[in-house]
């Protein structure tokens, strides 16, 4: 059984004077364990398609199923980890990372236990009670996936969680965000308007037409060097310019098309 499905999903927005569609026949099984990727042209639904999957909004038309069963509001399974980092600056990285299982009313000390052990594991165990204001950027991002991660979601949603750092920091935490939820066997779709970012984290990539979008391609990520490359190794392995230039096409010819 898929572990996301959406079928024959479609999403308007309505105001008095207007229907105006947003998403058009979407289809998507995602198995458990995968990583997405999504790109297509700015404005045609990509991080809509987020909130559908988070129960966030509810579509229009079609059914959305996680486990087989059809999102009816916001799912405990969902995890979500945005362009920034939201961190309160009056609360320790510690505090910072327990709150969202505050929210959810979940056992506190189990909370703290769980929250400490993803901070030693994933190289932040030194700055359990350091502000946030003491930390990088790409330290800062990854408090906020831990932070997701204490609540214990099967599903990651990643909004363009990279997009507001530098470039070099950008490829690095790439590399350990994948490496953290591949890590911790967790699903995830990712937002990206990066091709590249897109490529070298993902186990397919789905291409989003202009709107009223739909899927217009899906392309399967892979390698002659074999699974369980990094991000960095992927933009160095063979194919990876063949992806790069097919999917750059594509979304050139939605953009020259909405012209």
């Not at 991080?47 to 799912?75: C, F, Q, W, Y």
């Not at 997009?163 to 911790?184: F, M, P, V």
């Not at 970012?197 to 186990?203: P, R």
Request: charged residues 25%; aromatic residues 6%; proline residues 3%.
């Amino acid at each position: 059984m898929a572990q996301i499905e959406l079928r024959d999903v479609g999403l308007s927005y309505f105001t008095l004077m207007q229907e105006t569609e947003a998403l058009r026949d979407i289809n998507l099984t995602v198995e458990q364990g995968e990583f997405i990727s999504v790109v297509g042209p700015s404005g045609c639904g990509k991080s809509t398609l987020l909130s559908l999957v988070s129960g966030m909004h509810k579509p229009t038309k079609g059914r959305v199923e996680i486990d087989g069963r059809e999102v009816a509001g916001n799912s405990p399974k969902v995890g979500y980890m945005l362009q920034h980092d939201h961190l309160f600056e009056w609360r320790d990285v510690l505090g910072n990372v327990t709150v969202g299982a505050e929210i959810r009313r979940m056992d506190r000390k189990k909370a703290e236990g769980k929250a400490l052990e993803l901070l030693e594991r994933y190289g932040l165990g030194g700055f359990a009670h350091h502000n946030p204001s003491q930390l990088s950027g790409g330290m800062r991002q990854r408090v906020a996936l831990i932070r997701t991660l204490v609540t214990e979601p099967d599903i990651m949603l990643l909004d363009e969680p990279f997009s507001a750092l530098d470039y070099q920091t950008r490829l690095t935490l790439a590399d350990e965000i994948h490496g953290i939820i591949k890590d911790q066997g967790k699903t995830a779709i990712l937002v990206t308007h990066d091709i590249s970012e897109a490529i070298s984290m993902a186990d397919r990539v789905m291409v989003m037409s202009r709107r009223p979008s739909t899927i217009s391609t899906v392309y399967d990520i892979r390698f002659e060097e074999g699974t369980g490359l990094s991000p960095w190794r992927k933009r160095e392995a063979a194919r990876y310019n063949q992806y790069f230039n097919a999917i750059w096409r594509e979304l050139e010819g939605h953009v020259v098309f909405a012209r």
